[in-house]
């Protein structure tokens, strides 16, 4: 079986998800910046609609956070804890470009018996595959990755070997990029069974007529996207209508 995770920037996104027929979700806020933590306001109002795991990142940026910030961070995911959700998004790196262990354990003692994906700073270490056997030891059951490239279509080699060597001890989900389009290609190149995707479209009925321009008097923006119900229930489709029948992964094994 594929499981499809959407990458939800807010509320309707994740409503868009669960009737489009995703099976779960990442929920975060500015996806424009990578994306960060969602405010409690919106964390409390998302509850129980689909299967999600929050984001913890405090901001936008590279991985490598100070103590105040990996305190905040913990902060956060004890509040995500309480409010129920089945598990968080997490990642650190140290100034070398390693797997900041120390902060990661933090991060997971202050979410004890929650599940913990380990975001793309797994493309932005030094050596992916032994931080993903690192991963794996500390108690991750997802590792997401676009193969070390802008987009998973050009990480499919990177993607391809993780699946190989970890794929039956981690769930390898590929992302970036992912649409639907591309999702088969993908899938079947790579052998992973899980892969991640936002697919937004700007949303064009936002008092279009006070802001024609899609700007305000000071230049300011006032357009905004969110994750397409049309283009979600389409890579659905194509998953459980394509994929689904010819997929079979590097080991020749039916998922």
């Known amino acids: 079986m594929i499981r499809f995770e959407l990458c939800a920037n807010g509320y309707q996104s994740l409503i868009n998800g669960a009737e489009g027929g995703a099976d ?58 309480s409010l129920g959700y089945e598990g968080v998004v997490i990642g650190a790196l140290n100034e070398n470009g390693d797997l900041d262990v120390p902060a990661i354990k933090r991060m997971m003692a ?16 030094n050596n992916p595959l032994d931080a993903t056997e690192t991963l794996i030891n500390l108690g991750f059951d997802k590792v997401l990755t676009s193969g070390c ?27 970036g990029g992912i649409n639907e389009n591309n999702v088969e290609r993908i899938i079947t190149a790579t052998g992973v069974s899980n892969v991640h995707a936002s697919l937004t479209s700007e949303v064009t009925d936002n ?14 923006d006032m357009r905004y996207k969110v994750s397409s119900l049309e283009r979600i229930k389409v890579l659905a489709d194509v998953i459980s ?8 992964n590097v080991n020749n094994r039916k998922i």
């Open 24 to 81: 779960c979700a990442e929920l975060c806020e500015a996806l424009e910046v990578g994306g960060v933590t969602p405010s409690y306001g919106t964390l409390s109002h998302c509850k129980d609609i689909i299967p999600t795991r929050v984001l913890i990142r405090c901001r936008p940026g590279d991985y490598i956070y100070n103590n105040d910030e990996i305190a905040i961070m913990c902060e956060d995911i004890k509040m995500v804890k």
């Open 110 to 125: 202050a979410g004890e018996g929650m599940k913990f994906t380990f975001h793309r700073a797994i493309d932005a270490c």
């Open 149 to 175: 490239k802008p987009t998973a279509y050009e990480g499919i080699d990177m993607i391809r070997e993780m699946q190989t060597l970890f794929g039956n001890r981690i769930n390898i989900m590929a992302g």
């Open 207 to 220: 008092h279009c007529d006070l802001y024609p321009n899609g700007a305000d008097n000071t230049g300011a």
């Open 241 to 248: 209508t394509e994929v689904e029948k010819s997929f079979v």
